[in-house]
């Protein structure tokens, strides 16, 4: 079973800083625009560390020496001992129901899928990896945790400490965060022993999965067994009372001018007309059992003709696969939210959008743990957990 383990953490001195001005969304969702903005916003924030940029010369070297001056200058100051860090996510859902997400980021010992106790769900995109591995190999240090899934019933209760957070703040989304330190040994040792009695299956961070699991080969293979063995992981209970689990919907681009996108779907699924698309209309499909396509002509919902997609997986980015397979060349663009879908659409951005239904949480541990993956961009899990909460040095 998997080894999960407190570690002396790298965490920014609340002394010195505000927390919520220097921390920032992972990486992988942050946008040109928005790099700008949280880099603005303070010259310490962690987006000058995790996504580098640099005039002249080694972006990832620059970033180790932004992470050794803030050292020096006690800006990120060493944990004084082993600690699992207690993280919550409080939220508001669009249909304003309050929602949460509550974990113990902690040392996860890394395995080869097929190998070990990490289960991945979801296939990645075949995007360059090695811009993580540079930064990795550059700084020696994991700046935000992999998420995993731990079936472990009672990690929920072992996060409840029952004392005021150490931090609480809130993003530009209306998020509040809240970071508790857990450094008693007794209770350690329960939550260790918790988490490494099932398997975990990763939610999301793939790529840093995949990341840590080449840079630890690497080390291995010149310096023997090392805290690199060890990957910086958020573990959270598999409830749905702790998971927000929205699809990733896609953009179409690049069809031939006047193609009839509707009629070439019909071979898939049967088309209904509605009036109006807006930030329900996921739960309206869900309770219909449909996709829904979008375009500057009109919206339709698309419910799914079973004999024509049976040898798809039961998912609707499986669905759709099949179905964007006998469509002429064209290009699909990966994005989350109704209202960012509609509004490329009406701009012109996209000839179509296909807002799909999203995973469960039990067919992705189905999926997980029958050695299958999903489809690249199924899942997509909200809230983020920031980076720059905590950082986890392994060299």
Known sequence: MPRFEPFAGLRYNLDRVRIDEVTAPPYDVVDDEER?????????????????????????????????????????????????????????DEVGRHRHTTGIIGALELSTPGEGDILPHEHT????????????????????????????????????LGRPPLATWSDEQGVTHSLWLE???????????????APIVIADGHHRFETSLAYRDEQRAARG???????MTLVVELVDDELTVLPIHRLLTGL???????????????????????????????????????????????????????GARDLDSSRLDVALAALPPHDVVYQHGVDHVVARVAKGEADAGVLLRPATVDQIVDIANGGERMPPKTTFFHPKPRTGVVLRPVT
Request: charged share 25%; proline share 6%; with cysteine.
């Open 256 to 310: 031939p001018s006047g193609y009839d996108l509707l009629a070439a779907l019909q071979e898939y699924f049967h088309p209904s007309a509605v009036e109006s698309v807006d930030h329900a209309i996921v739960e309206r499909m869900v309770a219909v059992g449909s996709l829904a396509l979008v375009t500057r002509e009109g919206s339709w919902t698309l419910e799914p003709r079973a004999e024509m997609l049976a």
């Open 125 to 160: 995109t075949p995007k360059a990896k090695s811009d993580r591995l540079d930064l990795l190999r550059a700084t020696g240090v994991q700046l935000s945790p992999i998420w995993g899934l731990s079936p472990a019933a009672g990690l929920g209760e072992l996060c409840d």
């Open 225 to 231: 067994p090392g805290r690199y063995d060890l990957a």
């Open 183 to 197: 450094d008693d040994e007794a209770r350690q040792r329960e939550i260790s022993a918790l988490v490494g009695s």
């Open 36 to 92: 700008v903005r949280l880099a603005q916003k303070h010259p310490d924030n962690v987006v000058h560390v995790d996504l580098p940029r640099s005039e002249a010369g080694d972006p990832y070297a620059g970033a180790a020496v932004v992470l050794e001056r803030w050292r020096e200058q006690g800006i990120l100051v060493d944990e004084a001992q082993p600690t699992f860090y207690v993280y919550r996510m409080d939220f508001t």
